[in-house]
């Protein structure tokens, strides 16, 4: 039997992924599941929100379901340690960065597709003054590990970082400012990465039909790095004649997904540029709360919705949060493991259920978040849940 690495992380992680297991559960999926310690908890506790405990059990299991996380800035991350632990040097990092850079999960796929249904779904006014409702299914190829998320930056850089940046030319316009009074971030592509990350979406397009890959990046400013990719990307798409090769500048794009967000097939981008993007498309779907992803290296899979922790929401009883991601984020697990006709069945009832449209979370009712929501019909966590496994 395949054993699962359960990270609940933060707020409703503590919530959606329970109830992702009880839903695996119900559809026969069979596994045994290890709880792993990460998140905000242990980082003001141990000063370390990604323990060695819990890679050490990735690393045995290679397969995690993740639920969320909370990050702060420095400074709040710096006052909410321990006491015990202030002062001493301690240093807050997103922990799921950590387990990508760590396990180099380069791959991150995050699939934007819309539910026959869904209220929330896009909609957009035809040319003779009605509305059409155009079904989003783009799927985003995000480089994980890399870009400006790679964590190399400074403030108040040491001389010899800001002697290295000095010997490009265009530091001169910031010659005149004290290094005390500068932070630098850097933003690092390589070409294995970039080879990889392309490849993938490529081959992904390939496997199932879609008919473009666009190219997601800045290379008209970003010269060096989004060039890389660009360039990169003209060479790979050689291999695939029956696929069309498009590119998009990050800015442009953000435009014209609400203009005609149908016909994009597979986007691809570097970190950051993937990470808003993506953001981007599952607004057109519904919103973080459809919004699933996969993270993958050669060895360790994570899987995980995009949406944060959301604390406001955590200590809701019974809880109000949409699981639907955390759902499509389990089924995306079970394709990536052979199990698909349990995937198949999971994605089916969701389906379903929201084409229905008899059960809806607050947000698929368009409310704002509270505890009243239940008075105006909406579902808690756990109804949304039972209403899957019913169709199941």
């Not at 396990?103 to 991150?108: A, E, M, W, Y």
């Not at 991601?325 to 995937?343: D, P, R, T």
Request: charged content about 25%; glycine content about 8%.
């Amino acid at each position: 039997m395949r054993t699962i690495v359960a990270l609940p992380g933060d707020g409703i992680g503590k919530v959606v992924l329970p109830e992702s297991i009880r839903l695996l559960e119900a559809a026969g999926f069979k596994a045994n599941y290890v709880w792993g310690d990460i998140g905000w908890d242990f980082w003001c506790k141990e000063g370390n929100a990604l323990p060695q405990r819990t890679i050490d059990l990735l690393s045995q299991h290679k397969i995690a379901l993740f639920g969320a996380i909370t990050s702060k800035p420095k400074d709040a991350a710096e006052k909410e340690l321990s006491a015990s632990l202030q002062g001493k040097g301690y240093v807050y990092f997103s922990p799921i960065v950590s387990l990508r850079q760590k396990f180099n999960l380069d791959i991150c796929i995050r699939p934007c597709i819309s539910f026959k249904g869904n209220p929330l779904n896009f909609i957009r006014r035809s040319a003779n003054g009605g509305f059409e409702e155009p079904m989003v299914n783009t799927v985003i190829f995000r480089q994980n590990t890399e870009g400006l998320y790679a964590g190399v930056e400074w403030t108040n850089p040491p001389k010899v970082v800001r002697d290295a940046f000095e010997t490009n030319p265009k530091m001169k316009t910031f010659a005149h400012v004290p290094s005390e009074e500068m932070a630098i971030s850097t933003r690092i592509v390589t070409k294995k990465a970039s080879e990889r990350i392309i490849r993938a979406a490529f081959e992904y397009a390939k496997k199932f039909g879609y008919t473009n890959v666009t190219l997601c990046e800045k290379p008209n400013v970003l010269r060096e790095t989004s060039g890389m990719m660009f360039k990169m990307a003209k060479e790979i798409a050689k291999e695939y004649p029956k696929i069309s090769l498009w590119d998009t500048n990050i800015d442009a794009q953000m435009m014209w997904l609400t203009k005609n967000p149908e016909e994009y097939g597979v986007i691809v981008a570097e970190n950051m540029f993937g990470d808003i993007i993506s953001d981007g498309f599952a607004g057109l779907i519904g919103g973080l709360g459809f919004a699933c992803s996969a993270n993958l290296g050669d060895e360790v899979a994570v899987f995980e919705p995009t949406h944060g922790s959301a604390p406001k929401y955590e200590k809701l009883n019974p809880s109000i949060v949409n699981p639907i991601a955390m759902f499509m984020s389990a089924v995306m697990m079970l394709e990536h493991i052979g199990e698909k006709e349990i995937a198949s069945k999971i994605k089916n009832a969701i389906a379903k259920v929201i084409e229905e449209g008899k059960v809806r979370t607050y947000d698929m009712m368009k409310l704002k978040g509270g505890a009243d929501v239940f008075q105006l019909g909406a579902v808690s966590t756990q109804q949304l849940t039972d209403a899957v496994i019913s169709k199941l």
